[in-house]
């Protein structure tokens, strides 16, 4: 028997179907969204880590450079064993920080970057030149300004000590004033400076009214922006500390041996 469209059964059938079909097409776009938006985060990652590096991307494939001369790896914050694998450039380390069974809490005393909490593990990049060799170390920072968490890669030279270059690609600072984060003439500064004095200690410092000349180990603060600099350069004392990557370099150090 012929189903009538205006009847009951009929309309109910087109009501499911056309749901059905809706369902479907929101679905196959919100995958196809998802893959892109996970693209470009890829991307994004990339980018910062060769600026961190100083790799001059003018007019060449960063996708390719990142591909041919940078290595990811996964590094447990504790033991400082590191990984790699083709899930590493996946991992989230946002999650991860706030994830009961992949975080720790920190101890007040502990927490110099302000965070609160921190991810058991972490993301790194080796970066090498054409011939192989080991030109930087790329490591994650992050801590809080004056009103946001800061968040950058910093790179070291092979020696885990000089500074190679920094980027801070997202902060909610004050507009106009935390701008200088990303101002080159402020992060220029942070080139072949010294994290570690000659007894081991962290004493990378944002110095309000100007760092000393000959300092190695400081940057100039920026007027008006003076705790968003506080706030790095505790971000620094962290994460090169025992909370940090200590527990890594020594076992990077001892590799090298």
């Known amino acids: 028997m012929a189903l009538k469209k205006d009847s009951f059964m009929g309309t109910m059938i087109f009501t499911v179907t056309l749901c059905l079909l809706c369902s479907f097409m929101i679905t196959g776009t919100a995958e196809v969204l998802k893959e892109r938006k996970l693209v470009k985060k890829r991307d994004e990652l990339m980018r910062n880590v060769l600026i961190a590096a100083d790799v001059d991307l003018s007019g060449q494939d960063f996708r390719a450079l990142f591909a041919k001369d940078v290595k990811p790896f996964l590094v447990s914050l504790d033991s400082g064993e590191a990984q790699s694998d083709a899930t590493v450039m996946d991992f989230d380390p946002r999650m991860a920080s706030i994830n009961p069974e992949t975080s720790i809490k920190l101890e007040k005393k502990q927490d110099k970057a302000k965070i609160k909490t921190r991810a058991n593990q972490v993301r790194v990049f080796k970066v090498f030149d054409d011939s192989g060799k080991l030109t930087s170390v790329v490591l994650p ?88 600099g506080r706030g790095v350069q505790r971000s620094i004392q962290f994460w090169f500390g025992t909370e940090g990557f200590e527990a890594f370099f020594k076992k990077l150090k001892a590799s090298e041996v």
């Open 141 to 228: 920072i992050y801590g809080k300004g004056l009103w946001s968490m800061v968040y950058g890669f910093i790179a070291v030279k092979p020696d885990l000590n000089t500074i190679e270059n920094v980027v801070f690609y997202e902060h909610g600072e004050t507009p106009g004033i935390g701008d200088f984060l990303n101002d080159p003439e402020w992060t220029n500064q942070w080139h072949n400076k010294q994290i570690f004095d000659e007894k081991g200690k962290v004493s990378f410092k944002v110095v309000k009214g100007g760092a000393k000349e000959g300092d190695v180990h400081a940057i100039d603060a920026v007027s008006g922006a003076t705790m968003t």
